[in-house]
């Protein structure tokens, strides 16, 4: 079972260059979701989209960009990449919204160095 | 906006049960969750608890819910090696639409032998 799969596991990036991180989940679930995880700040919410065909801003969302190509993928798009960009990322999903006692799943994460 | 906090750091020693405490302050939560981390994975779902429920068990996990408190917390029974891992808290509710998982800081398990 895959489960949530994202590529790539590593990326180092220059500042100012673009790249896209790509997630795809194969549980038919509705929702879907992006993090960063930084040292001593848990998990932030970047987008999220409720259902294919929607996407909204999370908690830090600035200097991103998402898709939900359909309902198994949900890109997350780094336009010009900042040292501040420089995290681990995580893509998630579940079957509906959260606060109905849906569990959310993880990928194995991404971690992006922007020098 | 809503927060959630955990202690940092907890060591333990092997054998002995772990006490890992998580508040919040949404008092819209509705359910609250445990992940654990190893190093270089995932997340993953250890257990959730709905908030009219105080109390839930699964094998060697006690989940303790004060709602009035807002305070959570995960105790591992018998703790091993391989439990040592970072544990975040997390709380969802009508606040953000239900779409917002809040994340702690999460707190680093050391078991020692």
């Known amino acids: 079972n895959a489960g949530v799969t994202q590529t790539p596991k590593f990326q180092v990036l220059k500042t100012g260059q673009s790249m896209t991180l790509q997630c795809a989940q194969d549980?038919?679930?509705?929702?879907m979701y992006w993090y960063r995880q930084d040292p001593g700040m848990g998990l932030r919410l970047i987008y999220y989209?409720?259902?294919?065909?929607?996407?909204d801003k999370g908690e830090v969302p600035n200097g991103y960009n998402v898709s939900r190509l359909n309902k198994r993928e949900f890109s997350l798009r780094l336009e010009s990449a900042a040292p501040s960009q420089t995290s681990v990322y995580f893509c998630?999903?579940?079957?509906?919204?959260?606060?109905?006692?849906?569990?959310?799943?993880f990928g194995e994460g991404s971690w992006l160095t922007v020098v | 906006g809503e927060d959630v906090e955990q202690s940092l750091f907890l060591s333990v020693r092997e054998g002995d049960s772990s006490v890992i405490n998580c508040t919040y302050t949404?008092?819209?939560?509705?359910?609250l969750y445990w992940y654990k981390q190893e190093p270089g994975a995932g997340l993953q779902l250890l257990t959730y608890?709905?908030?009219?429920?105080d109390m839930k068990q699964d094998q060697r996990l006690t989940v303790l819910l004060n709602k009035k408190d807002k305070h959570l917390s995960l105790r591992i029974a018998d703790t091993q090696t391989g439990d040592s891992a970072i544990y975040f808290c997390?709380?969802?509710?009508?606040?953000?639409?239900?779409?917002?998982?809040?994340f702690g800081t999460g707190t680093q398990l050391k078991v020692e032998l």
């Open positions: 549980m038919n679930h509705n929702s």
């Open positions: 997390a709380e969802t509710g009508l606040t953000g639409g239900g779409n917002k998982l809040t």
């Open positions: 949404d008092s819209s939560s509705t359910y």
């Open positions: 989209s409720a259902s294919e065909g929607t996407t």
């Open positions: 998630a999903s579940s079957p509906g919204t959260a606060n109905s006692g849906n569990t959310i799943y």
């Open positions: 608890i709905f908030s009219n429920m």
